[in-house]
């Protein structure tokens, strides 16, 4: 089975990058000894300038591969802009937004489909073309290190 770990160039995904590369035990441990083969980067093109400097040092350490969910920026555009005027997925959020909690308690986050669709799928179909997949298959091929903080 290939592995492999999305990179997002947060604390977390930099972390578990920097256990792998130094073949830690805990973190072989939690994987059966495993380290990923390669690591994606979901790039939308509009991360902080903080985001790319760190993608571009675990570069020079790691191989990255960046993914995009469209070639073209102002495919992606159209799709977000069109998807907010037309009133399409009034049940999602296409961004990160929270509500206020009740009295007491803490805001809570929306369901949003931006991290799924610009992400997730980009991550998904480059993971299957990476180790060859073939189209409809269903058993188990690519192992995916992925980790979404709480926050």
């Not at 995904?13 to 990923?36: E, F, H, K, M, Y």
């Not at 903080?50 to 920026?73: C, G, N, S, T, W």
């Not at 489909?113 to 990476?130: G, I, P, S």
Request: net charge positive.
């Amino acid at each position: 089975m290939r592995e492999f770990a999305s990179f997002g160039a947060g604390v977390q995904s930099s972390a578990i990058a920097l256990l792998a590369l130094n073949r830690d035990a805990r973190r072989l441990a939690v994987s059966g000894g495993s380290v990923p083969e390669r690591y994606f980067f979901a790039d939308v093109g509009d991360e902080p300038p903080e985001v790319y400097a760190q993608l571009a040092r675990f570069e020079r350490m790691i191989p990255i591969q960046r993914v995009h969910r469209f070639e073209d920026k102002r495919r992606l555009q159209d799709v977000l802009c069109g998807r907010l005027e037309s009133g399409k997925d009034t049940n999602l959020t296409w961004i990160p937004a929270f509500v206020a909690g009740k009295p007491g308690r803490a805001s809570a986050p929306l369901q949003r489909r931006c991290t799924y669709t610009m992400k997730v799928e980009a991550l998904d179909r480059a993971a299957r073309a990476w180790a060859e997949v073939p189209r409809g298959c269903k058993v188990p091929v690519v192992r995916t290190w992925m980790g979404i903080s709480l926050d």
